[in-house]
């Protein structure tokens, strides 16, 4: 059995798979509170699985982009249990966990995050000859440049607020293929993610594995009645 737990945005889920396939997932809007909220919901999810944590044989987390403070609990608490439980752990791109519900499509998938200071966090992947590719590594652009890049039909997904959407259609016309039901990062995608690395021998180092963070949070001195500005708890 395999748990798989996303604290990168506010939106965090947990799930248990068994070889990829979800028996049973959790899904709750966190509003940075996953400090306090993710032990507990970890221990509901063991007990509605009716299974106890020496049935868990891999932990897979999404380590970034996204929030720093989730991020920071998510990884810290996958690490934690894969060193007491000594079991593989794996590290999967939330922006890569957001493109894969899409992959059947066949087309360029370009996942989308809000970063800050008019940054976005985006990265490209495409399912070629039943092989998930990644054709463009994470980074952070504006949206006018990542529109510049994009010369054909593309599916965007992730945090599709209506600005973004607007100028993507603006920009991109038809090129842009915006579905309905836009999809968040899950644990559930996560697990299929992860399972797929595991079966194929690979893991990461408890020790050495990071969050991803594209940039570091920005984080003021403290003056007389101010502590950090507004964006010290985006990571990127």
């Known amino acids: 059995m395999e748990l798989a737990i996303d604290t990168s945005s506010n939106t965090a889920s947990i799930a248990l798979s068994h070889k990829g396939e979800v028996l049973v997932e959790l899904i709750w809007q966190s509003a940075q509170n996953h400090t306090v909220e993710l032990t507990p919901n970890l221990v509901h999810i063991l007990h509605q699985a009716k299974v106890g944590p020496g049935s868990i044989e891999a932990v897979i987390v999404a380590k970034g982009p996204g929030s720093f403070n989730g991020l920071r609990i998510g990884v810290s608490i996958a690490k934690g249990l894969a060193f007491s439980l000594n079991i593989p752990l794996l590290g999967i791109s939330t922006l890569e966990n957001e493109a894969y519900p899409f992959a059947y499509t066949d087309l360029p998938i370009c996942p989308i995050h809000k970063a800050g200071r008019e940054k976005i966090a985006t990265a490209?992947?495409?399912?070629?000859?039943?092989?998930?590719?990644?054709?463009?590594?994470?980074?952070?652009?504006?949206?006018?440049?990542?529109?510049?890049?994009?010369?054909?039909?593309?599916?965007?997904?992730?945090?599709?607020v209506p600005d973004i959407v607007n100028e993507t259609r603006q920009s991109l016309g038809k090129r842009a293929i915006i579905p309905q039901v836009n999809t968040l990062s899950?644990?559930?995608s996560l697990a299929t993610l992860g399972w797929q690395r595991l079966a194929n021998g690979e893991r990461d180092d408890p020790a050495t594995l990071q969050p991803l963070y594209l940039?570091?949070?920005?984080?003021?001195?403290?003056?007389k009645g101010k502590f950090i500005n507004e964006n010290a708890k985006i990571g990127f």
Do not use: M, S, V
């Open 186 to 188: 899950r644990a559930g």
């Open 215 to 223: 940039r570091p949070p920005h984080i003021t001195k403290p003056g």
């Open 124 to 160: 490209l992947y495409q399912q070629k000859n039943d092989q998930w590719c990644c054709l463009e590594k994470e980074h952070l652009a504006t949206l006018k440049e990542l529109c510049q890049r994009i010369h054909r039909r593309t599916i965007f997904c992730g945090e599709l």
